[in-house]
């Protein structure tokens, strides 16, 4: 009984320190951090398109976080822009970092591809841009329709697919999507904020004789 007291207890002793190290302790650094200079908040466009981005599921697919020249020297030279800092997530809730790289890390997608009918045609048919491209192509963010009304942004895709005798409209989700990857550009400088210096202490006051 002794044995398994001892046991039982080890373990909730080892789940507290990990859950520390790993939650509480960067949660307590983290969570006043100052935005990267530079970076903006997400416009009311951005946020819904952030939210396609999270209903669709593309954080399985794709990172958020390139890392440092040192650590991995294969994200600089694919161009995916300098390694990210905290500061660069303060307007992300939560931070869609991802864990997979199926495809590319698209942190600096706004960066790399600015344009937006190049980022509507490839969500419609990431194989018209990218031969051999094994991403899902996403046509139900579209609409098929003979002719486009007023308002409305018609793709222009490579010869061979457009619809026959049809135009390619985005629908808003697209349009919103297609904003929040063109938010996604953090090729300012990372400026680190150092910690504030500890004020000299005041000397005590000397009592007069």
Not at 170 to 185: C, G, H, I, M, T
Request: aromatic share 8%; proline share 12%; net charge neutral.
């Amino acid at each position: 009984m002794k044995s398994e007291t001892t046991l039982i207890g080890g373990a909730m002793v080892m789940i507290a320190l990990s859950i520390s190290a790993l939650v509480i302790v960067p949660a307590m650094e983290l969570h006043d951090i100052a935005p990267t200079p530079g970076l903006k908040p997400y416009t009311s466009a951005e946020l819904r398109g952030r939210q396609v981005y999270i209903s669709n599921g593309c954080v399985y697919c794709h990172t958020q976080q390139p890392r440092t020249k040192e650590f991995a020297p294969a994200d600089f030279k694919r161009g995916w822009g300098r390694a990210t800092v905290a500061g660069d997530y303060a307007y992300d809730s939560p931070p869609l970092l991802g864990d997979m790289r199926t495809g590319p890390d698209l942190m600096n997608i706004g960066v790399r591809q600015p344009s937006e009918q190049w980022n509507l045609g490839h969500l419609y048919e990431p194989r018209a841009y990218v031969p051999g491209s094994i991403m899902p192509a996403f046509p139900f963010l579209f609409e098929a329709k003979a002719q486009a009304d007023k308002d409305e942004v018609v793709v222009t895709l490579p010869p061979g697919y457009t619809p026959a005798n049809k135009v390619v409209v985005a629908r808003p989700e697209a349009l919103d999507l297609v904003k929040y990857l063109l938010s996604l550009n953090r090729s300012f400088p990372a400026i680190e904020t150092p910690p504030a210096a500890s004020a000299p202490a005041t000397p005590a006051p000397v009592p007069a004789k």
